[in-house]
């Protein structure tokens, strides 16, 4: 069992930055590949990108790649999304989840996070 919590969500103008994170309870953290996911309104859940359950191998959605990185810390049990650059089609809830496969898809993941709300203001 894996729980997870994010943190770090608010309200940026477009072109700031935010700092998401997800805490992680259970013992078995280091085996897990960690996504982050997004919801905005009347949309469908999205890849936002992975981290491997290592740390060095990561995954990034096309309209993310090159703003956004993923990184963890096994021994604090924590998983990081920096967001640079943060466009207003950005806004979204924000969800971490973990899965034993590194996967663009939500169904592949186990267990999820309850979300956090980014919103950015043009």
């Known amino acids: 069992q894996v729980q997870l919590v994010e943190s770090g969500g608010g309200l940026v103008q477009a072109g700031g930055s935010l700092r998401l994170s997800c805490a992680a309870s259970?013992?078995?953290?280091?085996?897990?590949?960690m996504g982050w996911f997004r919801q905005a309104p009347g949309k469908e859940r999205e890849f936002v990108g992975v981290?491997?359950?290592?740390?060095?191998?990561?995954y990034y959605a096309d309209s993310v790649n090159g703003r956004f990185t993923i990184s963890r810390d096994n021994a604090k049990n924590t998983v990081n999304l920096q967001m640079n650059s943060l466009k207003p089609e950005d806004t979204a809830v924000y969800y971490c989840?973990?899965?034993?496969?590194?996967?663009?898809?939500?169904?592949?993941?186990?267990?999820w996070g309850q979300g956090t709300q980014v919103t950015v203001s043009s």
């Open positions: 259970g013992r078995t953290f280091s085996r897990y590949a």
């Open positions: 989840a973990a899965s034993l496969q590194i996967s663009v898809l939500a169904t592949a993941y186990d267990y």
């Open positions: 981290i491997s359950w290592d740390g060095p191998h990561t």
